[in-house]
C-alpha cells in the first residue's frame, strides 16, 4: 500500500514487507518474553533506560515501544504489532522515570515497514501526547517509501 497524504499528517499504512519471516519472528518474540509496551506502563522506564527501543504507530493511533535487543539478539518491529499493518514505526532513544521523558534520537528506520520520512511526523506527535519532550531530539530520516 502506497502512503497518502493530508494536509496535516501523512495517512499511509505500512504493511510488513518480510510476510515470510513473521511466523518465525512472532516465535522468537514469544520465547523471549516481549510485549509491546504503552508509556504508562510499569516496566516502561527499564525498557528505555537499557537502550534503543523499536516504536509503532498502530492504525488504531496506539504508540506501542519494545526494546531493539535482549541480550544480543534483535527484536523485530513485527513483534510491535504481530504483523499487522501500522502508521509510523521507527527507532528512538529516551531516557527518564516516573513520568518525566526526554526524547534523544528518533528515526523512521525499519527494514519491515520501510515507513516514509514523512510519516516520522506522526511518531512524534504519538511521543508529545504521551508526555514525552521530543523538543530537543536529533530527528533522523531514512528512505522508507
Not at 514523512?118 to 533522523?140: H, T, Y
Amino acid at each position: 500500500m502506497s502512503p497518502e497524504s493530508s494536509s496535516n499528517f501523512p495517512t499511509g499504512v505500512f504493511s510488513n514487507l518480510l510476510p515470510d519471516r513473521l511466523k518465525a519472528e512472532l516465535r522468537l518474540a514469544d520465547r523471549l518474553g516481549i510485549k509491546p509496551l504503552k508509556v504508562t506502563e510499569t516496566t516502561f522506564d527499564d525498557t528505555i533506560n537499557e537502550g534503543t527501543i523499536k516504536w509503532a504507530v498502530t492504525t488504531e493511533n496506539q504508540l506501542l515501544v519494545i526494546p531493539k535487543f535482549v541480550g544480543s539478539q534483535e527484536i523485530p518491529h513485527t513483534a510491535l504489532t504481530r504483523g499487522q499493518p501500522v502508521l509510523a514505526a521507527g527507532e528512538a532513544e529516551i531516557v527518564g522515570s516516573n513520568g518525566e521523558y526526554y526524547l534523544l534520537e528518533i528515526s523512521n528506520y525499519s527494514g519491515h515497514f520501510q515507513p516514509s520520512s514523512d510519516s516520522l511526523q506522526i511518531g512524534i506527535e504519538a511521543f508529545r501526547q504521551q508526555g514525552i519532550d521530543p523538543k530537543n531530539a536529533v530527528v533522523k530520516y531514512y528512505g522508507g517509501r
